[in-house]
Nanobody, 122 residues
Framework: VQLQASGGGLVETGGSLRLSCVTS????????IGWFRQAPEKERERVSC????????SYTDSVKGRFTISRDKGKNTVYLQMNSLKPEDTAVYYC????????????????WGKGTLVTVSS
């Protein structure tokens, strides 16, 4: 099981970025995929999750209406479209996989990819 996040960068407040999580070694039909982030000196937090069926999606309150998670099974890739970015979104973003993951909450992820840094300037 491998996951690789990419797409981070430096963007101004109000800007957009799209993160990609390319997966290998397993089927997205059997795993939920979540996006997490960790800002400097803060605990890691769950940002969004999409279930193994793709039908259940969740977001943390601070990103609702601004971020959208989606997946392309043909490309084994999960995306996080981030719009209206704020300085408080600055963090290292990680994707992770939860076996079965029918609930779309990603509370029990087992596999992590390396992160990608998102910096939002004010």
């Amino acid at each position: 099981v491998q996951l690789q996040a990419s797409g981070g960068g430096l963007v101004e407040t109000g800007g957009s970025l799209r993160l990609s999580c390319v997966t290998s070694g397993f089927s997205l039909d059997n795993y939920a995929i979540g996006w997490f982030r960790q800002a400097p000196e803060k605990e890691r937090e769950r940002v969004s999750c999409i279930s193994s069926t793709g039908s259940s999606i969740s977001y943390t309150d601070s990103v609702k209406g601004r971020f959208t998670i989606s997946r392309d099974k043909g490309k084994n890739t999960v995306y996080l479209q981030m719009n209206s970015l704020k300085p408080e979104d600055t963090a290292v973003y990680y994707c992770a996989a939860e076996p079965y993951g029918l609930g779309g909450l990603c509370y029990s992820v087992n596999y992590w990819g390396k992160g990608t840094l998102v910096t939002v300037s004010s």
